[in-house]
């Protein structure tokens, strides 16, 4: 039976919203965070932006050392020969997920007439397809494990030549196809269908990327998945985590999951990867809103401080008696339940400042050890490093993740011009 599975890409397209992003020791804990929590996939970075190489490299050996396992690392480029020579020469990276425009107005409004569609004998000028196909192929040469094809603009593409590049890109071997809903202008039924119509076609998994610019991503994203699984194919959603991207953002990780596992239609139909464990939401979604310092919304899908929230005395009553009467899941299965410890007394915070005694009583307390002086002294100099890298206090896991993997953590933090 084909199943759904979900491909976060919140350090890609979340970390692209305006005004914020990630250091890459965040972009990291959120890959650690990603795979406890059974995610398929991270779209983890851009392989051809340089300031990305030694974050992604090291990241790249974690996965090799099993810390990144069994989530798959997969790398952004746009759909030409150049970007992926360049990602091959800059990065280890084995997956891919090749993106160009296919719609009328994109391929107009971007290229400004230098890109057509299609192949004409009356011009010589490079096409889509051809663009797409030979980016492909060139990654197929260079021993890419799985590529993905993103047809930018899908929604506003016209079915023909939609239908017509993806079967294009399965043809040259491409693994899934995916379904950009770039500006978050189709409406929930419009995916179903359109999805459904590029599945039963050609045949091929299809990953939903849909934006929220009219407050639908996750309902489009579903729809889409269910029209790919009617079509007898696997799907994808792509999600960012607390619905971070662009504009108005993304399809929120914690929605879409819940959304698959709970609502009434699809609760019983088992289509989401079983591998995925709700209990790792509470953590993914604080540490990523600490992490963007954008806090998390009050009404915020699970996750929202009043999600469990109770007031009014009809309402309050009910879930005394019986929390089934108002609340649709369980706290305990997001990992929510445990209190807020807020120091309000002494504090020693580890930062760019600290000195040995400081930064020795910061890790008592998380239990490290240190096997002598020289060693302490090493990570201390790490975690200087790593608040001028993150112009925050940082986190236990952090802390912890710097202690245990300090090679890793010295490569994620080089950024070098």
Known sequence: MA??????????????????????????????????????????????????????????????????????????????????????RLTEVKHLNISISTSEQMTHG????????????SSSKPNIIEMMTGAIDRAKE????????NAEDASRTDMDYLIEFCVAAKEHGADRIRYCDTLGYDDPFATYERVGKVAQAVKIPVELHCHNDLGMAVACSVFGAKGTIDAGCDAYIN?????????????????????????SGLAKKNLLDKRIDLRKSWQIAKYASYAFGVPIPINQVAVGDNAFAHSSGIHAD???KDRRNYELYDFEDLGRGEPDIVETGRQIVAGEYSGIKGFRNVYDKLEVEF?????????????????????????????KFIAKYPEQARKILSVIP
């Open 239 to 263: 999600t960012t985590v607390n619905g971070m991207g662009e504009r108005t953002g993304n399809c929120d990780l914690v929605s879409v999951i819940l959304a698959l596992r709970k609502s």
């Open 318 to 320: 009910g879930a005394l």
């Open 3 to 88: 199943k759904i599975h979900i491909i976060d890409v919140t350090n890609r397209d979340g970390v692209q919203t305006a005004k914020l992003g990630l250091a890459k020791l965040q972009k990291t804990m959120i890959n650690i965070y990603l795979n406890e929590m059974g995610v398929y996939q991270s779209e983890f970075g851009f392989p051809v932006t340089h300031h990305e190489t030694s974050y992604l490299n090291a990241n790249l050996e974690l996965a090799e050392m099993g810390v990144l396992k069994p989530i798959i690392l997969s790398g952004w480029c746009r759909a030409t020969v150049g970007d992926v020579e360049e990602s091959f």
């Open 110 to 121: 971007k290229f400004q007439g230098r890109v057509v569609r299609r192949p004409s004998e």
């Open 142 to 149: 260079l021993g890419v494990i799985t590529i993905g094809v």
């Open 371 to 399: 096997k002598d002086d020289a060693e302490a002294k090493s990570i201390l100099e790490l975690v200087r490093f790593a608040n001028v890298h993150t112009q925050k206090p940082l986190t236990e896991g952090e802390l």
